[in-house]
């Protein structure tokens, strides 16, 4: 794309210190997003995916965190450099962000009208009348009912999904360039679920907002986005278009996922399930984060750490060697091939010697 | 492994409601809560049953009614033959020891100042199926049945992961050798690379013990991996029952229909090409469930009768089971809704 990108994050780096040591959330993260594009980052809990959009926020809690080097270039503008009170320029009008938990990021004693027309009226320098109609627009909008008469009440008044329609109606409130959406679906029942992620494809078409989506959700990640990071241990560990990522994945993380899955249209008797536990992320050593628990480490996994390469166009993958998914297949398939055996040959023991006595 | 066919668990006419007090000094009843109303089904030998639906249909409460951790308003849980709504004092506990459960929040259910091994040594030693040091042993036994080294078994509920902390929750069901374990929701509050393991050794160990499962969870992906046969729940009653790969293929009824084109597939093709049938509005309050079907008010199809007449629990053939007035042209007509 000829265009420069709308947001270019450079080798950030997240720490947090906490009495056990200097945690590195978020470790070497570079990715960009363009204008109109839905980004999606894939992680598990501590992968840094939240770290990194709160960074681009400017909302790491300092002390403990600390941006600790990198930029966060939004529209040739590094966010990084900014003073508090232009943050919170951008925050809420150029860049805004939902939550997965609508109910803890709702002020629970301010009417929703008054939570969303504050915006309004700092950012658009609307009028108190214009900012309401605005809101009740806003309302409309994200498929609220009645939404003149909702706007005086309060969040606890609001189901799960309608309340994260009015985060969501927040978020948009002053037409941002960036949208960052914290599995915003995640606390929500499926069919709920449904009707959220329909109504974010409509208001992504209409409005044409950026959209960084994040989520553990690999099924969401497949229905929602143009392109896809996966984040594994505070760092990106594979970047790709969002058909190239699930047809050719390339990191033995990332494959592990999508085998451990267990999918609605497929039939599988067992699970592939990546061993081992999630990286501690204290440990400071040079070596690749995965190598623990990935099936094809080997000796040099353990003296360096990988970084992203191209792996094919327009797709990076921090792995030394050429793995795909048919490799882990059949290494799975003769894995329990050998377990078979294994109890086979010792049934075949235990049956000899019953014959024997 | 072979489904043998006599029933373990029969439950008949189930119904938990949980009276509504008013705030006033008489704390009057001013109504109830339904939270089950009405369930029959029942659970064979050997075999898994997922129970799904969204929250507050119920699902966990059934769970734990089975349990008798709640006492049901009105029905039976026939447990191998026995009533378990009847048992009282030391003839409950003796049941327990066959009927155990796994919680969903691997956090909240270890209690953060006991041991690994008091935790899973405490049921063994209150049953009395083990003494002295045989205890220990026994416990050490356990932690490496579920995966984990007995080397821990002095440590702490928070010394582990979300993951590990299931497994000691798994241990701690094992420990008194049971029969039949409710797991409600034993993998949602875990990270996608740890579910996979908890599923593969719950299957294990069904094949190694024998086990019977009730299986609730939110996730129908899941759900239908592990379980022969499937139930559908909503607003308190169950809507569909049918053998796990007939629910996939043949839903019924439309609620069923809608939750299974609402999961999403991580394909992005067959994403593309997918036809949502989105529900409009939420789940209504059980506290005043809607007249007739209580799906009517959300329903694509609904007819006059639905919002009337209460439709029966039918077998449509081949042990599937709906409640739906329309259920032989459901899919038929949601198609043409589609279009």
Known sequence: ?357 | MAVQNDTLLDINGLKMHFPVKSNGLLRRTIGAVKAVDGLSFSVKRGETLGLVGESGCGKSTTGRAILQLHRPTAGTVSFDGTDLTKLKGEAMRQMRRKVQIIFQDPYASLNPRMTVGDIVGEPIRVHGLRTGKEVRTRVEELLRVVGLNPYFINRYPHEFSGGQRQRIGIARALAVEPDFIVCDEPVSALDVSIQAQIINLLQDLQGQFGLTYLFIAHNLSVVKHISDRVAVMYLGKMVELAPSKELYANPMHPYTQALLSAVPIPDPEVEKQRQRIILQGDVPSPLNPPTGCHFHTRCPIVIDKCKAEDPPFQDYGGGHFVACWRATESQEQMNLKLQ
Request: proline share 6%; aromatic share 4%; charged share 20%.
């Open chain 1, 1 to 357: 794309m000829a265009e420069a990108p709308l947001l270019e994050v450079k080798n950030l780096q997240v720490q947090f210190k906490t009495a056990d040591g200097v945690v590195n959330a978020v470790n070497n993260v570079s990715f960009s997003v363009n204008r109109g594009e839905t980004l999606g980052i894939v992680g598990e809990s501590g992968s840094g995916k939240s770290v990194t959009s709160l960074s681009i926020m400017r909302l790491i809690p300092s002390p403990p965190g600390k941006i600790a080097g990198g930029q966060i270039l939004f529209d040739g503008d590094n966010l990084v450099d900014f003073s508090e009170s232009e943050m919170r320029k951008i925050r809420g009008n150029r860049i805004s962000m939902i939550f997965q938990d609508p109910m803890t990021s709702l002020n629970p004693v301010l009417r929703i009208g008054r939570q969303m027309t504050e915006s309004l009226q700092l950012h658009m320098g609307m009028t108190p009348k214009q900012a309401r109609n605005r809101a009740i627009d806003l309302l409309s909008m994200v498929g609220i009912p009645a939404p003149d008469k909702r706007l005086d009440d309060f969040p606890h008044q609001f189901s799960g999904g309608m309340r994260q329609r009015v985060m969501i109606a927040m978020g948009l409130a002053c037409n941002p360039e960036l949208l960052i959406a914290d599995e915003p679906t995640t606390a929500l029942d499926v069919t709920i679920q449904a009707q959220i992620l329909e109504l974010l494809n409509r208001l992504k078409n209409e409005t044409g907002t950026a959209i960084i989506f994040i989520t553990h959700d690999l099924g969401v990640v497949a229905g929602m986005t143009d392109r896809v990071i996966v984040m594994y241990a505070g760092r990106v560990v594979e970047q790709a278009s969002t058909n190239e990522l699930f047809h050719n994945p390339r990191m033995p993380y990332t494959i592990g996922l999508l085998d451990s899955i267990p999918r609605l249209d497929g039939i599988q008797t067992r699970l592939t399930p990546i061993p081992g536990l999630p990286p501690d992320l204290l440990e400071k050593t040079e070596r690749c984060p995965f190598a623990p628990r990935c099936d094809f480490v080997q000796e040099q996994c353990w003296s360096e750490t990988p970084s992203l390469r191209q792996v094919a166009p327009e797709h990076t993958a921090a792995c030394l060697f050429e793995i795909d998914r048919e490799q882990r297949q059949a290494m799975a398939a003769k894995k329990i091939a050998e377990e078979q055996a294994a109890l086979d040959a010792a049934l075949e023991d235990v049956l000899a010697h019953e014959q024997a006595s």
